[in-house]
């Protein structure tokens, strides 16, 4: 127990920004509010703590505006560079051009442009009837956009959040997931259900909400959640391409990252993850915004000389176990970082796919770091702790590899 | 009125009840294939809400009229068979059965081509066959085989056919009324001249859903018809006991509406050319059928708990869509008695057949599980922008 505290103390003490207090000091009431973010039995890591941590600046709200990758001299590098929200609409456009079934339903997509500026310009290029406004009718639109998949089109319907998509779940549920096979193959549904989601700046409750885990047992359905603008690009062309029903989880704090993507056409694949730091200590897997915290995690452990292996997993159902797999059998270690809810979350799956799996390969349990239980608060620094934050990644890749 | 003949004597015998007015007498003609049109008057009116009725005078031929007979004497034998079936074990969960509903379909198929689409909800069994389903794929998927329409993988909710233009089939109450405004987004997408019949229930009637397909519908002028058949029994529940206003044609509120008389084939094939003209022109419009079914909501529910056997047999002999059929037939000398019951016979023949072939299809091999679960083959290949191809592989 008395371990436990330590290690949120070490975490809360971390957020509020101070220096590094002595482990063996007493903790203060208000950090025991934050919560044991560390949920498997963990061991006291009090030697390699003590005296080897730099208190450098650590950020608390950690959304990069910048990918390492394109840090380098923009000038000479081919490609051109882009926000995500620009590449997810010209992999839109791109998509709309070469097929003319490719149609947009919405709230707010046509006239507006979009709410997050996805689909900005394309109603008065492509007309009304291909990129529909549609009234707030979450439950009868995604059924129309499934109706019309139905007869060969391919719509792309957008929840202006991810939550008003609960309204809908029925349709995805039955008619997106499961009709292909309750037809015995006579229909099939290109359908794209997409739309932001995740904890973003002090939206509330219901406007945070991660439906990945309530979406991750349709049968049916393909999941993929972008992170970069060259994975948002690739991986829209590819659902609008697949024949299967795919949901593509965006997160609304991603929009504004910049990077340089290729001019010429790509496609990623659906069902891949992407290596975004290869290593040889721990394999560290995490989706979506979490990649962000992760990569600010990695460059304190880093310095202090682990080697994380960092996938993002991109592909949310199914899983790659290919390349994780992989992983695994090289670095032995598993954590899994991810913003979705703890219980019968993402994290929740996949560690148990792990272990099924590659149970001879691991030498320590899989540690997963995951959101709280608890519905999204309002408040600043409730929402932080809510949610992983870095310096709990280090901590826990600290303790993983002792 | 007696029509002088040189036929069997049965024919003067007969009881002519007067209950339509026709207005050409013409020789017997013991062919069906005679094109010479009769003129029907609907037993009763149609009613309008926002909308000029169509005229109860109703256009036909005697080939027609045979062939709505010989459709809904199938269709009704059909489901009794599925009754004996069910009660035999041989079908199994869930069995809506249409019987006494019959005209809706027949008469929609007749104002209609395959090119327009029909979807509905779980009570599908005889608007697949009138779609161009087989009996032989029907009753296999009752029975959950593999020459099921379905692979067997579906059940009495989830027929389907692609072909004949008739997409379900499903179990959610309602939820298919926004997929059908999708087929007819579609249909005008595609500039095609064609429309789509939704079709729900009474008790679908009071869905969130329907209300904002509607209104979809009507903002963007699909071509769709919503077709409520209203049976008057929302499962166990009556009509006036669910909803507040039970004129389900009135309450597209801005979408005009037209009640029918569900019973009677040719109201039903008049309303429904009338709307299809509709939708073409001006877009949505609501079809309210008033009919009936004989059984419980479905073959776990006796029927009678909720409702009189005198009411159940009251509709039975006044209203019955195959007994009115006959008697025009009747009267215009199309068939006899005999003929008819030869009709009746060969049609109980082929569906004890159609049984007797779907028994012997195997049930589906267990690999099936796994099939039609995503399309062969999941999504694309992926090039990185080095052209590399990676392909993933699943354990």
């Known amino acids: ?402 | 009125m007696a029509l002088s003949t040189h036929r069997s004597t049965a024919t003067l015998l007969r009881h002519l009840k007067a209950t339509t007015t026709t207005t050409i007498p013409f020789l017997r003609n013991l062919s069906t294939n005679s094109t010479s049109t009769i003129t029907v008057e609907t037993s009763v009116p149609f009613t309008g809400h926002k909308i000029d009725p169509p005229s109860r005078s109703v256009e036909t031929t005697p080939q027609e009229l045979m062939s709505f007979f010989r459709d809904m004497a199938l269709m009704r034998r059909k489901e009794i068979a599925a009754d004996s079936l069910y009660k035999a074990k041989l079908i199994r969960g869930f069995c809506h059965l249409y019987d006494g509903q019959e005209a809706v379909a027949v008469g929609m198929e007749a104002a209609i081509t395959k090119k327009d689409c029909i979807i509905t909800a779980y009570r599908d069994h005889c608007i697949f066959l009138g779609r161009g389903g087989t009996l032989l794929e029907s009753f296999a998927e009752l029975m959950g085989r593999k020459d099921g329409c379905s692979k067997g993988k579906g059940g009495s909710m989830h027929f389907y056919k692609k072909e004949g233009g008739f997409y379900g089939g499903h179990g959610i109450v309602g939820a298919q009324i926004p997929l059908g405004c999708g087929l007819a987004f579609s249909q005008k997408y595609k500039n095609e001249e064609n429309v789509t019949f939704t079709l729900y229930g009474d008790g679908a009637a009071n869905q969130g859903q329907l209300f904002e397909a509607l209104n979809m519908a009507a903002l963007w002028d699909l071509p769709a018809i919503l077709v409520c058949e209203n049976n008057h029994y929302g499962m166990g529940t009556a009509e006036w006991r669910a909803a507040k206003s039970p004129a389900y044609y009135k309450r597209g509120d801005y979408v005009p509406g037209l009640k029918v008389d569900g019973m009677d084939a040719l109201a039903v094939k008049q309303a429904c050319s009338f709307a299809k003209e509709h939708a073409l022109k001006n877009g949505p419009i609501i079809l309210e059928m008033d009919t009936y079914r004989y059984h419980g909501h479905s073959m776990s529910d006796p029927g009678s708990t909720y409702r009189t056997r005198d009411e159940i047999s009251g509709v039975r002999q006044e209203r019955d869509p195959i007994e009115r059929v006959r008697k025009l037939l009747l009267l215009h000398d199309i068939a006899n008695e005999k003929e008819l019951k030869d009709i009746e016979k060969e049609v109980r023949k082929e569906v004890d057949e159609a049984i007797a072939k779907a028994k012997e299809s195997p049930l589906p091999e267990p690999s099936e599980l796994f099939i039609n679960v995503y399309v062969k083959g999941y999504g694309a290949e992926s090039f990185g922008a080095d052209r590399k191809e990676v392909r993933a592989v699943l354990p």
């Open chain 1, 1 to 402: 127990m008395a371990a436990v505290l330590q290690t949120i103390g070490a975490a809360s003490a971390a957020l509020s920004g101070g220096s590094f207090p002595d482990h063996s000091s007493k903790l203060s009431v208000s950090s025991i509010h934050s919560l044991p973010v560390i949920r498997s039995d963990a061991r006291p890591n009090l030697s390699s703590i003590h005296g080897s941590f730099r208190a450098g600046k650590l950020i608390s709200k950690a959304v990069a505006t910048k990918v390492e990758n394109s840090a380098t001299s923009a000038a000479s590098k081919p490609g051109h560079e882009l926000l995500l929200f620009e590449a997810l609409r010209e992999g839109l456009e791109e998509e709309m051009e070469r097929d003319p079934r490719v149609c947009v339903m919405g709230e707010d997509v046509g006239h507006y442009g979009g709410s997050y500026k996805v689909t900005k310009d394309l109603a008065p290029k492509f007309g009304d009837l291909r990129v529909l406004d549609t009234p707030i009718a979450e439950n009868s639109f995604t059924g129309m956009g499934i109706g019309a998949a139905m007869t060969g089109l391919r719509p792309v319907i957008e929840g202006m959040n991810m939550g008003f998509l609960l309204l809908a779940f029925n349709q995805i549920s039955d008619n997106c997931g499961m009709l292909h096979y309750t037809s015995g193959g006579q229909f099939t549904i290109p359908a794209v259900i997409r739309g932001p989601g995740g904890v973003g700046r002090q939206l509330g409750a219901e406007h945070s909400q991660r439906l990945e885990s309530y979406f991750q047992s349709i049968p049916g359905i393909q999941m993929v959640a972008c992170s970069t603008p060259y994975n948002a690009k690739g991986l829209m062309k590819a659902a609008i391409r697949s024949e299967n029903p795919v949901v593509l989880f965006e997160h609304v704090l991603l929009y504004n990252l910049k990077e340089r993507i290729p001019d010429e056409e790509y496609v990623l694949s659906l069902e891949e993850a992407e290596m975004v730091r290869p290593g040889e200590h721990v394999t560290i897997l995490t989706y979506s915004r979490m990649r962000y915290h992760v990569m600010q995690a990695v460059k304190t452990l880093v310095n202090k000389g682990y080697d994380p292996e960092v996938i993002d997993i991109r592909s949310l159902k199914p899983f790659d176990l290919y390349t994780i797999g992989n992983s695994v059998k090289k670095t032995h270690r598993v954590l899994i970082v991810e913003e979705c809810m703890r219980t019968g979350g993402i994290g929740a799956s996949l560690t148990a796919a792990i272990n099924e799996n590659f149970h001879d390969y691991l030498d320590a349990p899989i540690i997963c770091l995951s959101s709280q239980d608890v519905p999204t608060p309002y408040a600043g620094t409730l929402e932080e702790w809510t949610v992983v934050q870095p310096p709990q990644i280090v901590t826990a890749v600290e303790q993983l590899c002792q």
